[in-house]
């Protein structure tokens, strides 16, 4: 197998890391509701799993999709617009995570 080949694959895997680690962001936001009796944090679990499962279940397969086709045709397989949406879908994890924390804190 020649790396080109095997770019694509490393590309969709790194995508659902990431998709894998917002979810498990939300598992432990879901612990940490269940520990402190949050009601809120909850919330925040749910739209962070959300995310999660938008990163693995769409975009990961719109860059899959548009990593073989470049890789096909030996084109640009960058894509901006995937890429600024899963860093938004992480950002808001990150800000899900700090206002759970500060939840926790002053409740």
Known sequence: MSAGETQPAR??????????GVLAVAGLLLRSAAVHGRP????????VAAAGL???????RR??????Q?????????????AAVATGLVVLCAAC??????????G
């Open 11 to 20: 590309t969709v895997l790194a995508w659902q890391r990431t998709g894998l």
């Open 40 to 47: 809120a944090v909850l919330v925040l679990a749910a739209v």
């Open 54 to 60: 938008a990163v693995l279940g769409v975009l990961t």
């Open 63 to 68: 860059r899959a999709g548009s990593a073989q």
């Open 70 to 82: 470049a890789a096909g045709r030996a084109g640009d397989a960058r894509t901006p617009r995937l």
């Open 97 to 106: 995570a700090l206002a759970a924390d500060l939840v926790v804190r002053t």
